[in-house]
């Protein structure tokens, strides 16, 4: 059936996504201030959505695998990065010196641990996989993630844990601008998110690399016969892929300073969602999807109630998965 | 079965669909394990090499049914091409150390040259996957040529060509054996395997059923049966 040449499910898509539309134009208009309020959320949250979901899409666009265990990953990095915060004699009250020569030193270092370990995580658990059904090393991510998940919460339990809150906060570090609720803590979240998802595109569009990672997502067998080692390459993908979400995971706990085991759980699938949202495969897509995951979680917290952001959510999983199933921006990567 | 390759010749190998021409090739390459025999190369063995370790030895191949990177341009698909005779480390590429930099202009330039050398500089930006069918075919060569080869095999690469690429075709590998790059084809086409070979092995059912110069492989009576057909 098409109308004006467009397939009913098309038509259906646009009614569904003119009408979120025109309802928050209309909270806009009702309450724009707490709109804007809203919306900053929205994009600290989903700054690091996109961090995350980052890893996702980078991972299926050059093995075609959602690897599960990603989100924990990213849960793991926060854990690391308040173990190692623990031998530095931070301030929680003030921002010290201390604090600012900490947060610059952990970054990289918790970025190259976590990428560390997904390496190895990849080389245990999912290369003795490469030639298997795809569904083998879907099923090892998920168990992956049981494993990295049952070390932290053999690490520190069941309860969440307190990551140490030194970022620059309190009376000093926040304003109000007409009416809008800003913290050093927004500003820091967005531009460190944007700064790592710039080096990243510049990382895969300028270097060797990040043309081998591209040639050996399109065609393995022709990127080998010109000399790429596939296996160096997609290794290096797990790398990259684990340094966004350990940076991810520090984030988060200088924003919440607050972790839990699980937490990559959630997080993980939300992140999956944006990747999805903004076509896997496609990485500008993740970064944008991150985004836009990150506001409509907000806006459906605030005006739908948060009991239901998840149903949003995933709904929007399976909107998309139906009715758009190469996302915003499209697959970069077509279906061999 | 066995195969002798000499430097800086043509050499041809013919055979009907289904003679294993193509498995011969993806064992050199090392896509294929091979389950017995040698693959030697410049005296060395080679035999099980993976495909990357292969380049790097100085061979390269383009594929009968067109394998590029799609959604790249013209210019970085050639620019893959010369990842094996590039030194950048990763530390070079993160911190995009001034090495790097002369590295990516030298590599740049060299595509270019290569485009150029093969006839299609003018779309250099354009998506491979936007080129006609026949400059799909010369772009997949300027990319295996990147990989600096001194054996480059060509899986029919003449299939699908009109007459007039078809002798276009044979000028190119010409100039390619100027550059001192020995030339390994699989064709179907007789004219152009007749035109450019020096020596010619036919293969049937994996078997070498003949072997010598296009003269005496044209007139040698179990070729003619086996592959040419009665009327030929």
Redo the contacts between chains.
């Keep these: 059936m098409a109308l004006g040449g467009m397939s009913l499910i098309d038509f259906l898509f646009y009614i569904i996504c003119a009408a979120a539309v025109v309802l928050l134009a209309a909270q806009a208009v009702i309450n724009p201030t707490a709109f804007v309020q809203i919306t900053v959320f929205g994009l600290a949250d989903g700054a690091m959505y996109a961090l995350v979901a980052l890893g996702y899409t980078m991972v299926y666009g050059i093995i075609e695998l959602i690897n599960f265990a990603h989100g924990d990953v990213f849960t793991m990095g926060g854990y690391i990065s308040a173990a190692i915060l623990g031998f530095f004699a931070i301030n929680e009250q003030t921002f010290t010196a201390v604090n600012l020569v900490a947060i610059l030193l952990v970054f990289p270092a918790v970025m190259l641990i976590m990428a560390a370990i997904n390496v190895g995580i990849e080389r245990i658990a999912y290369r003795p996989l490469r030639n298997a059904p795809r569904l083998a090393p879907l099923i090892t991510a998920i168990g992956m993630s049981f494993v990295l998940e049952g070390v932290m919460f053999l690490w520190h339990g069941p309860a969440s844990v307190h990551f140490p809150d030194i970022l620059p906060h309190g009376p000093g570090f926040q304003t109000t601008i007409g009416g809008v609720f800003v913290t050093f803590k927004d500003g820091f979240v967005m531009v460190t998110a944007v700064f790592l998802v710039t080096l990243l595109a510049?990382?895969i569009n300028?270097?060797?690399?990040?043309?081998?990672m591209?040639?050996t997502a399109?065609?393995k067998?022709?990127?080998?016969?010109?000399?790429?080692?596939?296996n160096r390459t997609i290794a290096?993908t797990f790398f990259i892929g684990a340094l966004l979400a350990g940076a991810g995971g520090m984030i988060w706990g200088l924003y919440f300073n607050n972790l839990f085991y699980n937490l990559g759980f959630r997080t993980g699938l939300v992140a999956f969602t944006s990747a999805v949202f903004g076509g896997i495969g496609n990485i500008p897509g993740a970064a944008i999807g991150g985004v836009l995951i990150g506001l409509i979680a907000a806006y459906s917290d605030s005006y739908i109630g948060s009991k239901w952001t998840e149903v949003v959510i995933f709904g929007i999983l399976i909107g998309v998965l139906v009715f758009r199933p190469t996302g915003l921006l499209g697959m970069?990567?077509?279906e061999k | 079965m066995s195969l002798h390759i000499k430097r800086g010749e043509v050499f041809a190998l013919i055979g009907p669909n289904g003679a294993g021409k193509t498995t011969l090739f993806n064992n050199v390459t090392g896509l294929f394990q091979p389950t017995a025999g040698r693959v030697v190369f410049d005296g060395r063995d080679i035999t099980g090499s993976k495909p990357h370790q292969v380049a790097r030895l100085g061979i390269a191949r383009t594929f009968q049914n067109i394998r590029l990177f799609d959604f790249m341009t013209c210019l970085d698909n050639v620019r893959v091409g010369r990842h094996v005779r590039m030194h950048a480390t990763l530390w070079d590429s993160l911190f995009k150390l001034p090495r790097e930099r002369r590295e990516e202009e030298k590599t740049t330039e060299e595509a270019m040259d290569l485009l150029r050398f093969v006839g299609i500089a003018k779309h250099a930006n354009q998506y491979a996957r936007n080129l006609p069918y026949g400059q799909q075919r010369r772009l997949e060569i300027a990319r295996a040529l990147a990989t600096d080869p001194k054996l480059l095999l060509l899986d029919e690469p003449a299939a699908g060509f009109t007459p007039q690429e078809k002798v276009e075709l044979m000028q190119l590998v010409k100039k390619i054996l100027t550059r001192g790059i020995t030339v390994f084809l699989i064709e179907h086409d007789m004219k152009v395997v007749m035109g450019i070979s020096e020596r010619i092995v036919v293969l049937d059912h994996g078997e070498k059923i003949a072997e010598g110069s296009p003269d005496e492989v044209r007139k040698d009576s179990k070729v003619i049966e086996a592959y040419l057909g009665k009327s030929a």
């Design positions: 510049i990382f300028r270097t060797k690399l990040g043309k081998a591209r040639a399109q065609d067998d022709a990127a080998q016969l010109m000399g790429i080692d596939i290096a970069r990567v077509p």
